[in-house]
Structures are given as structure tokens and as C-alpha cells.
């Protein structure tokens, strides 16, 4: 798809913490940069990778701030806005929106489970029109993780009421037939689909999809790249060979502190371990199993990093 707002490879970026769990805004910000240094057009900051959830209010206009302050370019950045409270939903993306973000990805009002989508449409219609525009806004369609999935008829009665506010969608369903249907469905009208999955990205590109937004892309965003830029031919399938098996190596444990893992080996700093509760560390074994995986996956070392977890 050409002139998507985000279009290309979008890496859900970690939240670097401190000790005291509190976010570590400079350690953040280099991080972002080195994203977008080896890869990454954009980034996907405070979603399900980034523990948006996890951080409160404050928390989360703090963490968009700091890294504007410490260099991050507003433009690449789609932070997730989304909450349960239909108020705090609002006034996130209106302060995206005031800082110049382009984009905000909105989960939808997960605690009650079983909308209908007159009631989800209720509630995006009440966000749209008090956002009052000047933001594209895009949905994060995560039923494994919200339990609440954007049906293809909300997604078109949303697009008609609300025309040129509702910009795209993370498909993080990991269901190649659900993103194929919203791609075939709207994107001939401009309607961004990102998949969410790094397996599925050469063949949803094919398909006209946007591009990806994947938690893997904190290691793999450069391979990602290729396939973006070249889509087909033995270089493109070489590195969608890596997509795939560093994917299966991400999930081979869990994903976030695993990710988190592979950056605190590679750049040398224990604080990437740091992760809010309920997530965990991963025990000695498991960090071990995880570095294992993503090597045999062949991402290892990162570029700019690598060498300083080789030197330890």
C-alpha cells in the first residue's frame, strides 16, 4: 500500500524500567533510536509489548514525553492510547494528538467482555468525536489478549460514520485469513492493515497490507526491511525464513520477558530484565533457552549490540 501513514516494518518497542519499576526514559529513548537505526519506519510504543497496561495515566504521557525530550522523532511514533476507561482513552490520544503524534492504536474497552458491536461502535463514536480529529486513529484488533475482536461490519460502519478518522488496524489475531479479509475489504480505500505477526508479513504485503507492527521487531526489524523493500525474490524469502524462525523462537518462551532477555544479553544491561508484575523474568535456564533460539534463528548479534554481550 503506498502512502500509509506507518507503512513498513513497526517494531512494538519494550519499555526499558528501573529497578524501582519506574520507566528508564533514557535507556528508552536509545532504544528507540537503535530501532530505527537498523529497520524499523515507525514504532508501535506503549502496546501490549510495551506493558501499556501496566503503567498508569500519568505513567504513560510521562514515557511519550520523556522520549520526545530525549530525541525520538514524533513522527514515527504510534503510541497505544487505548484503556478500559473510555475517559483516559480520550484525553491519551488528545495528548498525543497535542504533542504531533500522527497516529495512536486504540485496543478496545476490554474489561467487559461480549459487546456488540453497537455498543463498540457507541463507544469509538464517542472517542472519535470527542478526540475531535487531527489524529488518524487505528485499531488494535488483539482478541487473544482483549477478548473483544473488531468484527469486518464494525470496522465498515465505523469507516462510513466516521470517514477518514478510523486509519488502519493491528491485526495481532495472527490469523492469516482475518487480515486477508480486512486488506480485500477495505484497503482499496486507504484503510492501513498491519500485521501483527512477523510470519505473515511477505504474504500480507502481497496481499496490500500496510506493513507490520510486531514485538519481534526489537530484534529482527532489519530483516523485516528486506522483505518490506524487496517483497519477492530469493533475498525477500531468505529473510522471511528469518522472520519466521526468529517469531517461533520469540514464543519458545514468554514472549515479552524473552525479548527482554535477548536485549539485556546483547547490550550488556541487567535493567532490560526489569519487567512489571504479573510478567516475571525468565529463570537462568529459560534466558538461556531463549538466547539459544533466537541464535539458531540467526538475528544474533544485533547489530550495534551484539559485541557488547560478546565482550561480558
Known amino acids: 500500500m503506498k502512502d500509509a501513514l506507518f507503512g513498513g516494518v513497526n517494531a512494538a518497542a519494550l519499555t526499558a524500567m528501573k529497578p524501582d519499576l ?8 536509545d532504544h528507540c533510536k537503535w530501532l530505527l537505526a537498523n529497520g524499523c519506519n515507525g514504532l508501535g510504543i506503549l502496546g501490549t509489548t510495551g506493558e501499556a497496561n501496566s503503567f498508569g495515566f500519568d505513567e504513560r504521557k510521562q514515557i511519550l514525553e520523556g522520549i520526545l525530550a530525549r530525541g525520538v522523532p514524533v513522527a514515527k511514533l504510534m503510541p497505544g492510547t487505548g484503556c478500559a476507561s473510555l475517559t483516559d482513552t480520550v484525553e491519551l490520544t488528545k495528548h498525543a494528538k497535542a504533542l504531533g503524534c500522527r ?12 459487546p456488540s458491536d453497537d455498543g463498540l461502535f457507541a463507544y469509538f463514536s464517542e472517542v472519535v468525536n470527542r478526540v475531535g480529529g487531527g489524529i488518524a486513529l487505528y485499531l488494535y484488533h488483539f482478541p487473544q489478549q482483549s477478548a473483544v475482536p473488531f468484527s469486518l461490519a464494525l470496522i465498515e460502519r465505523l469507516l462510513k460514520a466516521f470517514p477518514g478518522a478510523i486509519k488502519g488496524v493491528k491485526d495481532s489475531s495472527g490469523d492469516y485469513a482475518n487480515s486477508k479479509a480486512m486488506v480485500d475489504a477495505f ?5 492501513e492493515v498491519y500485521a501483527g505477526a512477523d510470519n505473515l508479513l511477505q504474504q500480507l504485503l502481497g496481499d496490500g497490507a500496510a506493513g507490520c507492527i510486531t514485538a519481534a521487531g526489537n530484534v529482527n526489524a532489519r530483516f523485516g526491511q528486506i522483505v518490506y523493500q524487496k517483497r519477492t525474490g530469493p533475498e525477500a524469502d531468505a529473510a522471511q525464513a528469518v522472520l519466521n524462525a526468529s517469531r517461533k523462537a520469540a514464543t519458545a518462551v514468554a514472549l515479552i520477558p524473552g525479548l527482554r532477555e535477548i536485549i539485556a544479553r546483547s547490550t550488556g544491561h541487567d535493567g532490560w530484565r526489569t519487567i512489571r508484575p504479573p510478567h516475571l523474568p ?22 550495534g549490540l551484539g559485541m557488547k554481550a560478546a565482550a561480558e
Open 282 to 303: 525468565l529463570t537462568a535456564a529459560e534466558g538461556q533457552k531463549a538466547w539459544d533460539a533466537m541464535q539458531a534463528a540467526g538475528v544474533l548479534p544485533l547489530p
Open 103 to 114: 497516529g495512536a492504536l486504540l485496543l478496545p474497552p476490554f474489561y467487559y467482555k461480549g
Open 187 to 191: 484497503a482499496k480505500d486507504g484503510f
Open 22 to 29: 519506574s520507566p528508564d526514559l533514557d535507556r528508552y529513548a
